[in-house]
């Protein structure tokens, strides 16, 4: 079974200081692993796909990685209105193309 | 030009009454799906549905029907709701339904309270 991990839980970080967001996989085959952002009161909304070990990808202040058992999701010099909930995905080669979301990471960024 | 809707948003219901919960996408997409997340964040998909055929159905109590009257709806009809079912529903969608390419389009979510 798909299994994923995201820590940590909640981060909160002062406007301007950079971190990074974790999510860790077990699965059978990796076909995809997609990060999403959702707000408050909406629905999660695409930001990345990786697919192979090795793979960068950047959108902004964000530049998520890719491992062959984890990805980070890390934030540079974030805004307060980088304060999001961020949510972890993978499909694996198991047969059907369900997703499996991670918990997701609360960030709050205070200014 | 809103690309995947629902209503209603917010659904206040006593135990045991029948809902239903619309979604429509505007994006032409083949596949459109129903997730739950509870209280926690967890999101866990439901159902899914490719050019109004169901292909997923992932170990939901049969008190929970999808209806797709076309490719561009996924309606979901709950019968004799439950204190458990108290969550926030989240209709997708997605260009095919196949491949890890095939990104994920969200809608903006129903909450459902079931009292």
């Known amino acids: 079974e798909d299994q994923v991990t995201q820590s940590p839980e909640a981060l909160r970080l002062q406007e301007g200081e950079s971190s990074s967001l974790n999510c860790s996989y077990t699965?059978?085959?990796?076909?995809?692993l997609f990060w999403y952002r959702q707000d408050p009161g909406k629905g999660p909304e695409f930001l990345f796909t990786?697919?192979?070990a090795g793979e960068e990808k950047e959108k902004e202040r964000l530049k998520a990685t890719l491992t062959k058992k984890e990805s980070f999701l890390h934030i540079t010099a974030p805004k307060p209105e980088d304060s999001a909930t961020y949510l972890c995905?993978?499909?694996?080669?198991?047969?059907?193309?369900?997703?499996?979301f991670g918990r997701g990471t609360s960030l709050i960024v205070h200014p | 030009d809103t690309a995947v809707s629902q209503t209603p948003k917010y659904l206040v219901t006593q135990m045991g009454n029948d809902k239903s919960i619309k979604c429509e996408q505007n994006?032409?997409?083949?596949?459109m799906y129903w997730y739950k997340q509870d209280s926690k964040k967890f999101l866990k998909i439901m159902f899914s549905?490719?050019?109004?055929?169901?292909?997923i159905n992932e170990t939901v109590p049969n008190r929970f029907s999808p209806k797709s009257p076309d490719k561009a709806h996924l309606n979901l009809h709950i019968n004799s709701l439950e204190l458990g079912d108290s969550a926030v529903y989240f209709c997708?969608?997605?260009?095919?339904?196949?491949?890890?390419?095939?990104?994920?389009?969200f809608g903006p979510g129903t909450r459902l309270t079931v009292l």
């Open positions: 990786l697919y192979s």
């Open positions: 549905y490719n050019n109004k055929e169901l292909i």
């Open positions: 995905a993978v499909h694996s080669s198991g047969g059907s193309y369900i997703p499996t």
């Open positions: 699965v059978s085959g990796l076909r995809g």
């Open positions: 997708a969608s997605s260009p095919t339904g196949q491949g890890a390419t095939d990104t994920q389009y």
């Open positions: 994006l032409g997409h083949d596949t």
